[in-house]
């Protein structure tokens, strides 16, 4: 739990939520999975953060706080209750799970967040490729229903890696939360 307390502090603390007291949840149990659903915790599992060093795992952070200051929680409750099926007396059911637009999104400002907070952002390819080698294992679970396709994933983080990496030691990276590769206040 120290070291995952230890990127989660430095990640949160270059987000935009820098302020909320925001917490990582360690659950021990052998599943290649973290998530949050809005609120102030964020969940991880022992199989996620053992597979990955800390670059990999400070993306993943990024990636949940992500989720909440880009408000997916509410979005997605809000589209989950339009869509709600109330014919033939069915049980209305809620997904509880983001788009894959989210998902895209919570990618790149989780990036952001890494890389803001001293990561290596481009070690956000080592995922997918810890991904490829559990894909079979029961520690891949909810990725392949919610989450983009690993092949075009990949592709997406690497060029955005790259771009966000290209800001460091420009004049705008002491403003780049609030003006990067994906959105300027400017």
């Not at 049980?91 to 990618?107: I, M, N, Q, T, W």
């Amino acid at each position: 739990m120290t070291r995952l307390q230890e990127i989660f502090t430095k990640v949160h603390q270059r987000s935009h939520l820098a302020q909320m007291a925001l917490r990582p949840v360690l659950i021990e149990k052998d599943v290649f999975q973290a998530y949050t659903l809005g609120g102030l915790e964020v969940v991880f599992y022992t199989g996620l953060t053992e597979s990955l060093s800390d670059d990999g795992l400070a993306v993943i952070v990024g990636h949940e706080i992500a989720h909440i200051a880009a408000g997916h929680a509410v979005e997605q409750v809000s589209r989950d209750v339009v869509n709600l099926d109330h014919n033939h007396n069915q049980e209305a059911r809620l997904s509880g799970f983001y788009s894959v637009e989210a998902e895209y999104e919570a990618d790149m400002i989780g990036l952001l967040y890494a890389t803001l907070a001293g990561y290596d952002g481009r070690k956000a390819a080592e995922i997918w490729e810890t991904l490829a080698g559990i894909r079979q294992s029961p520690k891949f679970n909810l990725f392949t229903t919610t989450h983009p396709p690993d092949a075009l994933r990949d592709t997406r983080l690497r060029q955005q890696a790259a771009d966000i990496m290209a800001l460091r030691g420009t004049a705008n990276w002491q403003d780049a939360l609030n003006c990067n590769p994906l959105y300027c206040a400017k």
